[in-house]
């Protein structure tokens, strides 16, 4: 059983920053990408970012510019870093593995306007 465990979520004004993390309790060489994905409330959950073992990214288009995907496998961590924060970012946002059915549990992120 793999566990993901996010962090780094919180509360931030319009036009801030956070970084999320997302730690994997195994090593991500065995998984081919990983991702980010959101959902707002009554929304359904959306994929924002990916991260391949190679180190390609795709983003979605509400996010490219703004936010960069990046993993460190020596530390088994995807991180997420969201600049320029818009109100409609305001979701919880989880990590997936590509191709395999783990979740983390998600971290609440909230822009204020």
């Known amino acids: 059983q793999v566990q993901l465990v996010e962090s780094g979520g919180g509360l931030v004004q319009a036009g801030g920053s956070l970084r999320l993390s997302c730690a994997a309790s195994?090593?991500?060489?065995?998984?081919?990408?990983m991702a980010w994905y959101r959902q707002a409330p009554g929304k359904q959950r959306d994929l924002v970012a990916v991260?391949?073992?190679?180190?390609?990214?795709n983003y979605a288009d509400s996010v490219k510019g703004r936010f960069t995907i990046s993993r460190d496998n020596a530390k088994n961590t995807v991180y997420l870093q969201m600049n320029s924060l818009k109100p409609e970012d305001t979701a919880v946002y989880y990590c997936?593995?590509?191709?395999?059915?783990?979740w983390g549990q998600g971290t609440q992120v909230t822009v204020s306007s």
């Open positions: 997936h593995t590509i191709g395999y059915d783990y």
């Open positions: 991260v391949t073992s190679g180190g390609s990214t």
């Open positions: 195994t090593n991500l060489f065995r998984f081919n990408a």
